[in-house]
């Protein structure tokens, strides 16, 4: 298992136990490298993960937008994303009016 896996887990076991919750922030890179033992560029790696899935904000420097702040639960997150899939186009082709395929078989 990567590191940043490691930090990944953490986090989520923290919003599992109602320790971390949305609109809550994530402790400081480098406290977070220490307690969990990794590098901070694990924990970096991590937050933009989080980013990317739209799960945490971060934000740099000092004063009150600083600081990674839970915007959205993991698992919602992901579940959206599920059911993303399943209500994808593939899946609406000919059911819909204007969505045609150029395929003879219809699903």
Known sequence: MRTHQLVLQWIEK???DG????????????????QL????????EAIRILEAMGVVRAGV??????????????????????QGLIASPFNRVGREPGIQSSCPVQF
Request: aromatic share 2%.
């Open 61 to 82: 420097g000092s004063g009150p937008d600083a600081g990674t702040v839970v915007i959205a639960d993991p698992l919602r997150v992901r579940l959206e994303r599920y």
């Open 14 to 16: 923290q919003l599992i």
């Open 19 to 34: 320790q971390l919750t949305v609109g809550g922030r994530l402790p400081a890179e480098r406290t977070l490298a220490e």
């Open 37 to 44: 033992e990794v590098s901070r560029t694990s924990v970096r």
